[in-house]
């Protein structure tokens, strides 16, 4: 079955960016019907979606994110990633990618998740 | 944004008693062509990232087991466990997609033995 891993720095420091990959195994991360997300979590708290991306590039954000967001897809290396721009302590979390199981449906695969720490 | 919110936020039941937990939408999740709920339930185990256990409010997923039920249309979804397992202790989530791409979860239940 499909396999996701997150990789990236442990430590950012506050006003650079966030980014992190998420590696895909077991299944192409080109084809459909899957969509491809990241949602994150706080220490203690509930989870926060933050965007999704098609294997053709396309994507979608969260609103309150949005302007601060990039997500990108290589299907050569079966990977997707995220750009999170002017990092606080606010986005202080575990990161979380994962795989949406269609356009308008739940999410089946998760990967263990990474902890991000935005401190100076 | 949809608003998911659970009830209770916390709750301890006796290993083989029946743990319910709600989860309540400000709007229908009832999409009326295909009469589904988009509504799905996750466990998350400390250290370890969500799993998925209901989808479309009732289907429970591969390898789940029988003793998690997910109930409820509309606005009000209920997740049942029927007989309490030491391994059942969790965070559990609901999530709609109805307004996908924008997927709200609920804040948490948290699932101890009593």
């Known amino acids: 079955q499909v396999q996701l891993q997150e990789s990236g720095p442990g430590l950012v420091k506050p006003s650079q960016t966030l980014s992190l990959t998420c590696t895909v195994s077991h299944g192409s991360i080109s084809r459909g019907p899957y969509y491809w997300s990241w949602i994150r979590q706080p220490a203690g708290k509930g989870l926060e979606w933050i965007g999704r991306i098609y294997g053709t590039g396309s994507t979608d954000y969260s609103p309150s994110l949005k302007s601060r967001v990039t997500l990108s897809v290589d299907t050569s290396k079966n990977q997707f990633s995220l750009n999170l721009r002017s990092v606080s302590a606010a986005d202080t979390a575990v990161y979380y990618c994962?795989?949406?199981?269609?356009?308008?449906?739940?999410?089946?695969?998760w990967g263990q998740g990474i902890l991000v720490t935005v401190s100076s | 944004d949809i608003v998911m919110t659970q009830s209770p936020d916390s709750l301890a039941v006796s290993l083989g008693e029946r743990a319910t937990i709600n989860c309540k939408s400000s709007q229908s999740l009832l999409f009326s062509s295909n009469n589904k709920n988009y509504l799905a339930w996750y466990q998350q185990k400390p250290g370890q990232p969500p799993k998925l256990l209901i989808y479309w409010a009732s289907t429970r997923d591969s390898g789940v087991p029988v003793r998690f039920s997910g109930s409820g249309s509309g606005t009000d979804f209920t997740l049942t466990i029927s007989s309490l397992q030491a391994e059942d202790v969790a965070v559990y989530y609901c999530q709609q997609y109805y307004s996908s791409p924008s997927y709200t979860f609920g804040q948490g239940t948290k699932l101890e033995i009593k």
């Open positions: 994962a795989r949406v199981a269609g356009a308008t449906t739940h999410f089946d695969f």
